[in-house]
Structures are given as structure tokens and as C-alpha cells.
């Protein structure tokens, strides 16, 4: 379903948090020349893809996500389960990540890394289908 739209990043990752002054500076968003207006789910899209497929530590993203929430982030509710709001943006992520990393694999013909094959083995996970979609609608 089509959600407000707000300001957004447009390629939010974890390393475009930095703090200023370090160390221990307040927390700023850098690199805004993808900003624009959209769904803010996708700027969460990379991290919780990171999050599903291993690449980031639970305690990571808890720990990002109640700092996003307590800051008032309107990609996901104020509490309760995220994934309603990243579910999608989270898979189409993790697609595009698996992709980008096969075709650099490919380009360097080298087998992927450890990071590379968790996002394609994500890919297999999302592509099997729950039991109750696998037979088709209801007649």
C-alpha cells in the first residue's frame, strides 16, 4: 500500500553515520546527494537486509533501530514489529546486493566472499515459497 511520503536519504547505510566531533559526538547522516521524497521504509531497506541475512549482529540492530525510533524515524512504527513496514524494501535490497556482488564475482572471476554468499543464500531463502502460496489461489 502506498505510504506517506517523507525526506529521504536514498542510500542510507551504516557508513554514512558518522560522529562530529569523534569520538564522541553526536551522531550525523552524510552523503545527501540521493535525497529526496519517498517511502522511508527503503532508507531502512539496507540495514535490515544486513540485519536478515547475518551481516549485522542483533544487538546492532536493536540497537540502530530503537535510536531511529526514539528519534522519531517515520520508516517503521514507534513500537511493535518493524517488518510490516521492510519486509519489501528489505528483499529488493538483498536482491540487488546478491546481484551486484555475483556480477563483481563474475567480473573478477573469483568465487564470492563470506559476506557475498550470505546475501545470495538470503536470495534462496526469500524465493522459497510458504505452503499456503505454493498451490496457488484459493478456487
Do not use: N
Amino acid at each position: 500500500a502506498p505510504r506517506a511520503a517523507a525526506l529521504c536519504h536514498g542510500d542510507l547505510h551504516l557508513g554514512q553515520l558518522v560522529r562530529h566531533p569523534a569520538p564522541d559526538g553526536p551522531w550525523l547522516l552524510i552523503d545527501m546527494d540521493d535525497a529526496g521524497v519517498g517511502d522511508p521504509a527503503w532508507d531502512l531497506g539496507r540495514p535490515a537486509a544486513w540485519y536478515a541475512a547475518g551481516l549485522l549482529a542483533p544487538e546492532d540492530w536493536s540497537t540502530f533501530l530503537d535510536a531511529y525510533r526514539a528519534a522519531g524515524g517515520p520508516a517503521v512504527p514507534a513500537d511493535g514489529d518493524p517488518w510490516p513496514a521492510l519486509d519489501v524494501p528489505a528483499r529488493a535490497l538483498t536482491v540487488q546486493t546478491a546481484a551486484v556482488a555475483l556480477a563483481k564475482c563474475a567480473a573478477e572471476q573469483r568465487d564470492p566472499d563470506d559476506h557475498e554468499q550470505l546475501m545470495i543464500e538470503s536470495c534462496a531463502r526469500i524465493a522459497t515459497l510458504p505452503p499456503e502460496l505454493a498451490t496457488g489461489p484459493a478456487s
